[in-house]
Each structure stands twice: as structure tokens, then as C-alpha cells.
């Protein structure tokens, strides 16, 4: 009689459950956080080494571009930017290792707060929050884009007669006017806009016209790309001259980079 003893062993696979590519398996991934500060510099080079990183860029005293690595980097990786102006103006661009390079304005004395995700390629930009300056208030937004941007009286911008406006004065948030005479402000083309403020689809911006102070109408026009939405066949609305009808809020919602809707919320 033959008596066999031994052992028995299942096959194994030769594939790893979750594959050998980069970003296959963040499975049991630590969750880790950093947080660095880089003096400012006309370039500045980002290295995120962590699940979370925030960035507080040291005060802008001039423009700045930023590039990041994509290198150990993981899908869902999270990166904050915190930037923030001296008392004049500063362009900020996105540059490699950003999905959609462009280039943004710090309005002087202010703070933004961008937030970007990695999927796999490069940085995405997920949204924006904006502090007031006068009052510290943090306005943090939605996205899979950018969010509105509300700002304060001592960040509106002046539009003292009839002109199209830039769209770095529109990205304060606050146009205002005390002109004597009748005032027509046409907005920035969509495209326009959504390159400064780094918009895409889905994103929501949001600014105040303040006639208040002003003696007359002020009459506000859409640019190229841009649909109004509850205005006249005419795309335009006029506000009144008196503190009780003079003022007037608008959001702007981006169906592309290149278009959007206008409503007036209040």
C-alpha cells in the first residue's frame, strides 16, 4: 500500500490584488500632513511630500510663478496655496504641474486660499477662498473649480464713467460708482474672466455694483460668452440712484471656461 503524506498548498497569483502602476494601490496609505512656508520669489517650485500640504507663500512683493512636482504623488493627494499681496497688485501664474496653467490677481493687501487635488497627471484646481482684509472673514467656496469671491469696500475698484470693465476689476468683487452722470459698466468677455480668476466648468463667482453714492443710473451690460439670465431682451440692467436701490449682487456661473450665466441674487 502506498501512503502519500505531505502538504497542500492553494495557487497564488503572480498580479498583485491592486496592480504595480503608479496610483493603483493607495490602499492602507497613511494619511499625512505638512504644512511649509517658502520665502517669496519671482518662481517658486512646490514639492508636496504629503497627503495634505499647505503652502503659505511668504508676502508677495512681486509678481510670482508657481510650478509643483507630480512625482509621489497620489490620486486624492490635497494641496493648499495661501498667497498673499503687499499693497500693490501681484500676478500669480500656474505653470507645469498644474492641469490648466493661468494666471490669477492678488488684489493689493489681499489673501486667497487656492486648494488643488491630484488625479493621477497633475494638480486640478478644486476652489478658492478669499479674506477680507479689513475684517479677517473667510469666505471658503465649493468647486471643481473656483468659488465666489466676495470682497470688502476697501478692495472695490472705482468706475468713475462709462467703460468696459477689466477683469481684474471685476475679480475684487465690488464695483462702485459716484458718477453725476449716467454710468453704463459692460463686464469682461467669459473668457476673460475665467482666465483671471481661474475658472472652469461649474465654477461661481459672485460681485456687488454700487450705485449708491452715485447721482444717476448706472446700467450694467454683459461681455462676449456671457448670458443674462431674468434681464431684458436688451442684456443689460439699470440700478437707481439712492441707498435703498442702488446696490445690486450678481453671480456668474461658468458652463465652460469660455462661458457663463448671469443672475442678479438681490
Known sequence: MLVCIGSFASAQSTSPRFGTLKN??????????????PAYAASVALVPRYYDTTVKVGQLTGNLTLTVTVTNCYVGDKLEIVLAADATDRTVTFSTG??????????ASGTFCY????NGVGWIHASKSVFATSTGLNVNGNVTTTTGNIQNHTQGVAIPITATITAAQLATGLLTTTSAAAVTMTLPTATQIATQIGATQG?????IV????????????????ITASGFPATNTLTLGASTTIGTAGFRLVFISATAATLTRIN
Request: zero cysteines; charged letters at 10%.
Open 115 to 118: 486648494y488643488f487635488t491630484f
Open 210 to 225: 454700487d450705485n449708491s453714492a452715485g447721482a444717476n443710473t448706472v446700467t450694467v451690460a454683459v461681455g462676449s460668452g
Open 24 to 37: 493603483q494601490d493607495n490602499t492602507g496609505r497613511a494619511l499625512t500632513y505638512g504644512y511649509v512656508t
Open 203 to 207: 465654477t461661481v463667482f459672485e460681485f
Open 98 to 107: 498644474f492641469t490648466s496653467g493661468g494666471t490669477v490677481l492678488i488684489p
